[in-house]
């Protein structure tokens, strides 16, 4: 089974602390995405990376970035963590782009307050 | 953009009965591609069915079926015989390309025993 998983499931910040939310996958997957989820809302991309070192904002990328140095392992960083920020975050996983229509697999989630 | 509408936030049914989601879209593509994912509350968010555009028979998965209507645009799920474990928030989506999947608001579905 593909596992994607995030390193923390429940985390309280203070505001202007940075903050990082890692995710790995063993799938050998090209493709990783950061999602937040907020109620109402759905999920909404943050960003996403196709291959090591690639990456290309989604539709709410301000305040955030994102590093991919190791195919397996995705991070999304909040530079200087906000109160708006306080969300659940979501990362996932698929293959190649070029191939649309593959399974997208997620994470457990993180749960982030921002205080 | 794509847009994608869940128009009912909550819904619940009684155990063993069958239950219907709806799920509309809005997109000027041919070709694309239609999921129904569930977000039980352990909260790790799994595939429930996918459907191809350019099939224009419906997904079937066990208990789930979905009815496409690609002129109306509308994408609903059917779940039969409902079981406690399938209450979850259930999120319909829209791919064209992988870095442009929408998501929908989602749909909170509780079964009653």
């Known amino acids: 089974d593909v596992k994607v998983t995030q390193s923390s499931r429940y985390l309280v910040k203070r505001t202007g602390e940075k903050v990082f939310l890692e995710c790995v996958q063993d799938m050998d997957h090209e493709n990783m995405f950061w999602y937040r989820q907020d109620p109402g809302l759905g999920l909404r991309l943050i960003y996403f990376s196709y291959d090591v070192k690639m990456k290309e904002k989604g539709d709410i990328p301000e305040g955030y970035s994102v590093s991919r140095e190791k195919k397996e392992r995705f991070s999304l960083i909040l530079e200087s963590a906000s109160t708006n920020q306080t969300s659940m975050y979501l990362c996932?996983?698929?293959?190649?782009?070029?191939?649309?229509?593959?399974?997208?697999?997620f994470g457990e989630g993180s749960w982030l307050t921002v205080v | 953009a794509q847009t994608v509408t869940q128009s009912q936030p909550e819904m619940s049914v009684q155990e063993a009965e069958t239950v219907t989601l709806s799920c509309t879209y809005d997109?000027?593509?041919?070709?694309?591609?239609l999921f129904w994912y569930k977000q039980p509350p352990s909260r790790q968010m799994i595939l429930v069915i996918r459907q191809e555009a350019y099939k224009q028979q419906n997904a079937t998965e066990n208990r789930f079926s979905v009815n496409f209507q690609k002129a109306a645009k509308s994408f609903s799920l059917k779940i039969s015989d409902s079981q406690l474990g399938d209450t979850a928030m259930y999120f319909c989506?829209?791919?064209?390309?992988?870095?442009?999947?929408?998501f929908g608001a989602g749909t909170r579905l509780t079964v009653k025993p």
């Open positions: 997109t000027s593509e041919n070709n694309y591609y």
């Open positions: 996932a996983s698929s293959l190649f782009q070029g191939n649309a229509g593959n399974t997208i697999y």
């Open positions: 989506a829209f791919m064209k390309h992988a870095s442009d999947m929408r």
